[in-house]
């Protein structure tokens, strides 16, 4: 498997490598508590149902009462912060793995084809300004909503010194 260091921290190779991606980012995704089984160790036969071990997959509810799955992972673990509390910290020697916008939209839509999920959550370290992190999450939306012409639930997360209109612009599209 091809490796790169980016700020003196192991990257997982890019394209060709997408599961084990998955894996650090979805792993890495567990720790924000906004889902309520994110990470589970729930195991039972490997085919069987109710099987909870692996992480990816968190659960919300929606307006309506109903239970949703959503496919939980975070863009990047990579991080310009050094936040005491988080796992993801700069100063924290962890793998670190980024997917693009084309990745997400694809994963989402695969899981979804599955039957795995209904929607997306996606949160992401700060990787160089929150503005431009977070415009490559709406990419991954918008590459989900008009190419894939995905209608399923949306969850983006943002962080601190992001900019005002960008948390917002997501949800003004046309759903049509």
């Not at 503005?131 to 983006?156: N, S």
Request: aromatic share 8%.
């Amino acid at each position: 498997m091809e490796k790169r260091v980016v700020r003196g921290t192991l990257v997982l190779a890019p394209q060709n490598d997408l599961l084990s991606k998955l894996s650090v980012l979805a792993m890495a995704a567990r720790y924000d508590n906004s889902c309520s089984s994110s990470g589970g160790k729930r195991e039972t036969h490997p085919y069987g149902l109710g099987n909870s071990r692996l992480s990816g997959i968190c659960h919300t509810f929606s307006a309506d009462g109903r239970c949703v799955s959503l496919l939980k992972i975070l863009m990047t673990n990579s991080c310009t912060n050094d936040c005491k509390y988080c796992v993801n910290r700069v100063s924290n020697d962890i793998p670190r793995a980024v997917l693009t916008p084309e990745e997400i939209a694809m994963l989402t839509v695969e899981f979804y084809r599955r039957n795995y999920i209904e929607g997306l959550f996606l949160s992401s370290g700060i990787d160089r300004h929150p503005d431009e992190t977070m415009e490559r999450m709406v990419q991954a939306v918008k590459i989900l909503r008009h190419r894939y012409r995905f209608h399923g639930t949306f969850t983006l997360s943002s962080s601190r010194g992001l900019r005002g209109s960008l948390s917002k612009r997501p949800f003004s599209w046309p759903t049509g």
